[in-house]
Each structure stands twice: as C-alpha cells, then as structure tokens.
C-alpha cells in the first residue's frame, strides 16, 4: 500500500468513516427531497410545508421563528424530549425538557 492509500485510510477510520457519513447524507438529501416533493404534489391552497414523510419521519420547511425554535428547543413542558426540527427534515432533541427530567430524576 502506497503511502497516500494508507494515511487516506487512516484519515477516513479516525473520522468515523467516509461511507456512513455519506450514506447519512444521501438519506437526509432523499428526506428532503420527499418532502419538497410531496408539498408541491399538494394542491397550493393545501400546503402547510409541514407535516411527516410515510407517516414517521417529521419535515418543517416554513420560515423559522423564534417562537417555534422556544417550543422545540427549550420547553419544559413538552411531552416528549425528541420532537421534528425547527428546520429541515428529521427530530431534535428538546433541551429544555431533557433538563427537566434529569432535574426530576435527581431531585432538584
């Protein structure tokens, strides 16, 4: 192995692999794509530019604002502690609740 091949592949397993980030990147892209495509399949007065792809997995392409960012990042009293993004296709995780239990699970 040439010296180029093998720090290349050094470089690639120390950085957790070039073909699972690129898998995950496809996937996200396809994600996106479902969603842009299946609004626009949506007559125009029905749009909502939110909603889920098959069912599971959450998308939100309406303009971000701080009020929604507060509900999905930072609220307490949420029900779950993973819920859809402020923008894009997929979940985030919700700091504010995650916090809370973790205070409810210590005591303080």
Not at 72 to 84: I, K, S, T, Y
């Amino acid at each position: 192995m040439s010296r180029k091949k093998h720090t290349d592949h050094v470089e690639t397993a120390a950085h957790g692999g070039g073909g699972l980030k690129k898998l995950l990147t496809l996937v996200a892209i396809a994600l996106m794509a479902a969603a842009v495509v299946k609004e626009l399949r949506t007559p125009k007065a029905e749009r909502g530019w939110h909603g889920k792809i098959a069912s599971v997995v959450p998308y939100e392409l309406r303009v971000p604002t701080l009020e929604r960012a507060r509900e999905r990042l930072w609220d307490p009293e949420a029900e779950h502690v993973v819920g859809p993004r402020v923008f894009g296709v997929g979940w985030s995780v919700n700091l504010g609740k995650a916090v809370a239990v973790v205070r409810q699970k210590v005591g303080v």
